[in-house]
């Protein structure tokens, strides 16, 4: 935990990769798909084969905070020759889109079936310190800017009504015979983001976008964190 943090202090870095961002909201019990760093295509290969497929691959750059803007994100990856097709696309693809991006490789992680996407995110207020975000997904959060926010540390309570105060609910509580979310899977989720965010004050930002709402749990399939500028 503190090695991740340390280190990236020692490269001048406040921006955490996911591979690392992930590492550290697992060892908080967040539920994360797990990203594994692959500096070469052979090992890219090497851990799909150990994960089973379908795989995602994704850009680990600590210069790049939005991965599909330069075409560092492929999903269902079926095989290991995708993989390494991937690979070699995607680094021409970033090469082309961020040229002067240091790159570390790729991640390499679990296809995750698809759920309903939710956003927890946190950031800083000059007057009241750690703010919890939720909302929906995508369209949800930016354009209806349909979210809910609340001051850390959350209670039970905070977390409960969060996730019911928000516009979009019924379609976290299924609509047209989908089935709906786990709710407290969310709370909980939500709970534990609280404490982290808590626990770790050299945390300015943290942006789990997108987190997969199922009717059985939840599951962030991409996570961001932001160190302050000045360790806390
Ligand atoms: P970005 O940096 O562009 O936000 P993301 O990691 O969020 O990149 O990936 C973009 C999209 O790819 C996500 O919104 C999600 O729909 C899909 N995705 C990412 N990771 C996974 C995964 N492990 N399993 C399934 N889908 C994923
Ligand atoms: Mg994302």
Redesign the pocket.
Known sequence: MADIITSARADGRTLLT?VESKQLLQEAGIPV?MAHLAKKPKKAVEIADELGYPV?M?IVSPDI?????VGG?V?GLRDAKAVRKAYKEMMERVEEAAPNAKIDGVAI????KQGT?VIVGSTTDPQFGPVLMFGLGGVFVEVLKDVAFRVVPLEGRDAKQMVREIKGLPILQGVRGQDPADLEAIESLILRVSDFIETHPEIAELDL??VFAYPDGALA??ARIVLTEVPA
């Open positions: 996911e798909a995602v994704k905070a939005h991965k599909s803007d994100v999903v992680q679990t296809m995750a996407e976008n997108p399939v991409d």
